[in-house]
């Protein structure tokens, strides 16, 4: 097999949430291997080496020097990601990191230097914005076809703060509520489809829950350079379900019952404290007493992120679950996309494209430093009730 068409030996730090999602597709794609991975649960390593005959440890500094390991998949609670990048490229291994990328951006232009220094590749997701159908609205605003990106609007509505959580994912100083976490999404969407750097942002947000009392919800508006555009709008109080617009298709390509209105609330009241909540998380993260193994499922559909309409002087653009609707000025049409045969796929090939042939990718550091920017200019235009100016570069990534 030539070396460029080897599977990338991966690394996992953090066998959480995020690692449980990105499985099936670690599981399908043949293009990844996972070769060893850290976590300071003992039961989540063991449940590693059991499931895939590897190494594991508790740190990432024993993972970062495991000749094995080619790069990182990097998994971590969003305090970590800055320190367990540095460890990462300290050691030369390549870094696919979770979003947010940072929580404040001087650890984001320290994370910059330190894997450009080292000639790894820094590339942060996933992100929704990988999704294929807003690649392929990408695309097609590209073509020119449709004329510049005048509006984008964003909407979606999830039971995101009422999933079991630890005490500091309800702390927003430590990366906690909804804008480090789906706001990072949403920003990443709307930046990818405008095509221009964002330079004013005016948000209000909401944290209407005081045993939760952290953002459950933000509108934001944002001006980019281009002249474009774009509001964005998110809850995550359990209530409303915008899946409810998609045909009842989740956020993961899967089609959802109606039925199971309200569960999440349901399941939180089983925890009488944060303590036992912080113990629910666990029991149904990878390695726990009520750990489900993945199913192998191949979705039916792509994952999205609710609602998304972008407006071009010659065509509404929606990318939907199965493809994009092209709203034009003398008819619609509808321009399918085949179902994926691997979950999140997308991030493989970016991920793939950079090590085997050195393709530089988009979801780079100064990609990913640019959203956080966005969502820490959203908490404080929120908090001052004014608008932020993020006009001006903040980085520069060295020639």
Request: proline content about 6%; hydrophobic content about 40%; overall charge negative.
């Amino acid at each position: 097999m030539s070396d460029t068409a080897k599977p990338i030996r991966l690394g996992v730090a953090g066998l959480g949430r995020a690692f449980t999602l990105m499985l099936p597709t670690f599981l399908a794609d043949r293009r990844v291997q996972l070769v060893a991975a850290c976590d300071p649960r003992k039961e989540a390593r063991t449940q590693f080496a059991a499931d895939f005959s590897a190494p594991v440890y508790e740190d990432i500094d024993a993972l970062a020097q495991d000749g094995n390991v080619e790069a990182i998949y990097i998994a971590s609670p969003h305090q970590f990601h800055a320190a367990h990048t540095e460890a990462a490229a300290r050691n030369g291994k390549h870094v696919l990191l979770e979003k947010p990328m940072a929580l404040a951006l001087a650890e984001c232009d320290e994370m910059i230097a330190r894997c450009e220094a080292a000639k790894v590749h820094l590339i942060v997701g996933h992100c929704h914005s990988f999704d294929a159908p807003y690649l392929r609205a990408r695309e097609l605003i590209g073509s020119g076809a449709y004329g510049q990106v005048r509006m984008i609007h964003a909407l979606n509505y999830t039971d995101f703060l009422y999933r079991p959580r630890r005490p500091e994912e309800l702390q927003t100083a430590s990366g906690g509520g909804v804008v480090f976490s789906q706001a990072a999404h949403q920003v990443d969407v709307v930046r990818l489809l405008a095509g221009s750097r964002v330079v004013r942002v005016r948000a209000a947000a909401g944290a209407w829950d005081p045993s939760r009392n952290t953002e459950g919800a933000y509108a934001v508006l944002l001006w980019f350079e281009n002249g474009a555009f774009a509001s964005l709008t998110y809850s995550g109080y359990g209530h409303f379900d915008s899946d409810e617009w998609y045909g009842w298709i989740g956020e993961m390509g899967h089609a959802k019952n109606p039925g199971d209105y309200g569960a999440a609330r349901k399941r939180l009241a089983q925890a009488a404290d944060p303590a036992a909540e912080a113990r629910l998380k666990n029991a149904a993260t990878y390695g726990g007493p009520a750990y489900q193994a993945p199913t192998h499922a191949t979705p039916a559909l792509h994952q999205h992120f609710g609602s998304v309409l972008v407006s071009c002087d010659g065509a509404d653009l929606r990318p939907v679950a199965d493809g994009v609707w092209i709203y034009a000025d003398a008819q619609k049409q509808h321009e399918a996309l085949p179902a994926p045969a691997v979950p999140r796929f997308e991030v493989i090939d970016e991920l793939f494209a950079a090590l085997r042939h050195g393709t530089p990718p988009l979801h780079d550091g100064p990609w990913a430093r640019a959203t956080l920017e966005v969502c820490l200019a959203l908490l404080r235009s929120a908090r001052e009730q004014r608008d932020v100016d993020v006009s001006r570069p903040t980085y520069s990534p060295s020639p």
